[in-house]
């Protein structure tokens, strides 16, 4: 059962860090990519960032960049999203997901296409940055 389980989201101030968890299968983090996107009510979602299978590479959308890191850690089998300087911006519901390698090995569809590139999402959890 390939189910992602977020943790971690939290109400924070504007400017401090935070990371977030997703426990991923070992089988689903070694053969698919697993990413982040975030949704605030009434928008679509976005993706944010996303790791390609066994960790070596990632990608992080341009909106994000400088400012979050996406990591594998294979130990505890869980994909990390380190988010610092936070934003009120960055507040929303913040899902976990796993797709398939896409052309050429890409897995970059599951930051510019999240839901058609996703083939499962985890529950979601919470971020708000208050200013």
């Known amino acids: 059962q390939v189910q992602p389980v977020e943790s971690g989201g939290d109400s924070v101030q504007a400017g401090t860090s935070l990371t977030l968890s997703c426990a991923v299968p070992d089988y689903t983090a070694s053969s698919m990519c697993v990413g982040w996107a975030r949704q605030v009510p009434g928008k679509e979602r976005e993706g944010v960032a996303v790791i390609w299978p066994g960790g070596g590479m990632s990608y992080i959308a341009d909106s994000v960049k400088g400012r979050i890191t996406i990591t594998q850690d294979k130990a505890k089998n869980t994909v990390n999203l380190e988010m610092n300087d936070l934003k009120p911006e960055d507040s929303g519901v913040y899902y976990c997901?796993?797709?398939?390698?896409?052309?050429?090995?890409?897995?970059?569809?599951?930051?510019?296409?999240?839901?058609?590139?996703?083939?499962?999402w985890g529950q979601g959890t919470q971020v708000t940055v208050s200013s």
């Open positions: 997901g796993a797709g398939h390698l896409g052309y050429a090995g890409s897995c970059q569809g599951l930051v510019t296409t999240p839901d058609r590139r996703v083939s499962y």
